[in-house]
């Protein structure tokens, strides 16, 4: 339902407990409220967007990688920003930073022993909280340097130089 909705109120408490089959009660008594489900709903969609892969020696070079998942990452949460945009704080303030956790194996991977495992976690934490503030806050990017982020070339340029600044020591 999210996916498909052009505006968060038409998804209400009946027609969530209509497509799952189940008493509109049920919503609230499990969720609280349907504010939170749609919370829980949206994060667990931008998870998706964000496959835990291991990374496995072999396989490219991990820099490479990391940047063509996040340029992936990316392009999902733009496709769904309107819908998603109530996510993502709660994603930064709250969660425990599972995205960050995900991208560590290609930061190791790439630092290739050259950091710290904190210096790696920070890192990891800086790269994905940056992307999630981007695209959050896109228009003020827009405004600010100029990135359009609903232009591919464009986006794919700032999650790369993004990268850049953040790794450039290594």
């Known amino acids: 339902m999210l996916r498909h909705c052009n505006d968060l109120k038409e998804v209400t408490t009946r027609a969530i407990a209509a497509e799952a089959g189940v008493n509109p009660a049920l919503v609230n008594y499990y969720y609280g409220n349907k504010e939170k489900l749609i919370s829980t709903a949206m994060k667990e969609i931008i998870l998706g ?4 892969v291991p990374w496995e020696h072999g396989l490219g070079d991990p820099r490479e990688a990391l940047e063509k998942m996040l340029i992936g990452f990316m392009h999902n949460l733009m496709s769904l920003r309107k819908q998603l945009n109530k996510a993502i704080p709660s994603i930064l303030l709250e969660d425990d930073i599972t995205l960050s956790k995900r991208i ?34 896109c228009d003020a990017v827009k405004e600010y340097c ?6 591919m070339m464009q986006c794919n340029h700032l999650i790369v130089r993004g990268l850049d600044l953040i790794l450039s020591d290594l």
């Open 104 to 137: 560590l194996p290609f930061i190791r991977a790439y630092a290739n022993g050259r950091l710290s495992e904190q210096d790696m976690k920070m890192r990891a934490y800086h790269i994905m909280s940056f992307t999630l503030l981007v695209a959050y806050r």
């Open 146 to 151: 100029g990135a359009d982020l609903d232009d």
């Open 49 to 52: 967007f964000l496959p835990e």
